[in-house]
T-cell receptor, first 114, second 114 residues
Framework: GAGVSQSPSNKVTEKGKDVELRCDPI?????LYWYRQRLGQGLEFLIY????????KSGLPSDRFSAERTGESVSTLTIQRTQQEDSAVYLC????????????FGSGTRLTVV | GENVEQHPSTLSVQEGDSAVIKCTYS??????FPWYKQELGKRPQLIID?????GEKKDQRIAVTLNKTAKHFSLHITETQPEDSAVYFC?????????????FGTGTRLQVTL
């Protein structure tokens, strides 16, 4: 597609429920990144994919967080047993294979855990 | 891992004045330094970037300088306008020819007053 697409744009969930967030990268971009941005805060790295492998998942906050990617396309970030501190905007970005230059972010998913 | 510090956290300038935001990084192998602008409720957007083989880059009213020895880089905005009001993030990465993550600073909220 023309840009990085994320869905849903907004998600309200009850504490303890599981959620899935989806990211569609720019066509042809083999690298995909997930970041978390709490209200008024900076961008916190979660995980990145090169193709469907994840060379760096060091930012995943706990084992409640997991992510997968199908081939060089869609990625899903799953948060199990959501907690209130998971409330944030989850941003996805993609780049071509060869470099980190030109990160393009999606519009994000605003997750609210009540 | 990389650590990026950013100052100031907030900055207020009068329209027409210059604004300077400074960042330091810890990983001497980092070689790519982008700056992102994030307007309220919007996604971060790349405004300028610099690679470690140059010391300065300019694009109209925006310039970035890099001091590799001191491991710091700065964003300079001249002739500020109200539409420059936003949160600005610096970032650093070690680009080795394959995708790698960006480490972001904590952001600077710039307010341009009339």
């Amino acid at each position: 597609g023309a840009g990085v697409s994320q869905s849903p744009s907004n998600k309200v969930t009850e504490k303890g429920k599981d959620v899935e967030l989806r990211c569609d990268p720019i066509s042809g971009h083999t690298a995909l990144y997930w970041y978390r941005q709490r209200l008024g805060q900076g961008l916190e790295f979660l995980i990145y994919f090169q193709g469907n492998s994840a060379p760096d998942k060091s930012g995943l906050p706990s084992d409640r967080f997991s992510a997968e990617r199908t081939g060089e396309s869609v990625s899903t970030l799953t948060i199990q047993r959501t907690q209130q501190e998971d409330s944030a905007v989850y941003l996805c970005a993609s780049t071509p294979a060869s470099a980190v230059y030109g990160y393009t972010f999606g519009s994000g998913t605003r997750l609210t855990v009540v | 891992g990389e650590n990026v510090e950013q100052h100031p956290s907030t900055l207020s300038v009068q329209e027409g004045d210059s604004a300077v935001i400074k960042c330091t990084y810890s990983d001497s192998a980092s070689n790519y330094f982008p700056w992102y602008k994030q307007e309220l409720g919007k996604r971060p957007q790349l405004i300028i970037d610099i690679r470690s083989n140059v010391g300065e880059k300019k694009d109209q009213r925006i310039a970035v300088t890099l001091n590799k020895t001191a491991k710091h880089f700065s964003l300079h905005i001249t002739e500020t306008q109200p539409e420059d009001s936003a949160v600005y993030f610096c970032a650093a990465s070690r680009n080795t020819g394959t995708a790698s993550k960006l480490t972001f600073g904590t952001g600077t909220r710039l307010q341009v007053t009339l």
